[in-house]
């Protein structure tokens, strides 16, 4: 059976334009509240600004052959166990017959500070994935085939996110491949270093400008990462849970 997608470009398009549309109604309300430290950190924390790609993966999961029932969005249901921490909150959770199917995390960040950004989302994504796969060793799921474990950002296309960032390393040199790389190019080098040490199934990387609240334009920057590849392994795997355990519990 052929895997549905879900027409998943004209619907990231969508999302693309509400991730930048909510991003500044939130400032908008600040403003009208009378807020005075309008910083670009409001518009990331104080709506669900991707909320359109949240629906975008639900429609995957569910034409994929899974019910809406298996799937769990309000914030009092998203909570995993882990084994350095007591719970961790996901994004989206797929649980289907007492089974974790599937776990994703969804991240955005935009300018104009990139770099301290930039370090804290890569210790976030490679100790969320620590603590889950350590919690899945440990028996926290019970007895079950891996989940799908994905995680994907959304980053600004900007100046200061396209441009060459020298290291600073006293001791020992970097790794060639961070040369003078953007930060663009360094959330890409993550997400295809986060698949290839089996961190996350899979992970993504798309960039937009802020002119995209408009045209709801979007780039991927790598055939390992970009969103096509991250749908097709969701669809893939929820294709394939579907196949296995049908009629078998």
């Known amino acids: 059976m052929a895997l549905n997608l879900s027409n998943f470009e004209a619907k990231a398009q969508d ?13 908008l309300k600040q403003i009208n509240a009378g807020a005075t430290d309008i910083g670009e950190r409001t518009g990331v924390t104080a709506g669900k600004n991707m909320d359109g790609f949240v629906a975008l993966m639900v429609d995957v999961i569910i034409g994929n ?17 882990g084994f350095f921490r007591p719970t961790k909150i996901w994004d989206i959770l797929v649980v289907r017959q007492s089974r974790l199917v599937a776990a994703i995390e969804l991240k955005s960040q935009v300018g104009p500070s990139f ?9 976030e994504a490679i100790g969320t994935a620590h603590d889950l796969w350590t919690a899945y060793r440990e028996g926290a799921f019970g007895k079950q085939p891996k989940p799908f474990v994905g995680w994907m950002i959304m980053v600004e296309d900007a100046p200061e996110s396209r441009r060459p960032v020298t290291n600073s390393s006293s001791h020992f040199p970097v790794f060639s491949e961070f040369n003078r790389t953007s930060y663009l190019e360094r959330y890409d080098l993550l997400c295809q270093k986060l698949v290839q040490e089996q961190l996350y199934s899979t992970a993504s990387i798309i960039t937009s400008a802020r002119s995209a609240a408009t045209t709801g334009v979007y780039s991927n920057l790598s055939a390992m990462t970009n969103l ?4 097709t392994s969701l669809a893939g795997h929820i294709a394939s849970d579907v196949a296995r355990f049908d009629g078998h519990q």
């Open 65 to 81: 052959g899974l019910s809406r029932s298996d799937i769990h969005l309000g914030k009092s249901v998203l909570t995993l166990p």
């Open 115 to 123: 770099g301290n950004n930039f370090n804290n989302r890569v210790e």
């Open 228 to 231: 096509k590849t991250f749908i």
């Open 15 to 27: 999302a693309t334009k509400s991730f930048w549309g909510k991003r500044e109604e939130a400032k």
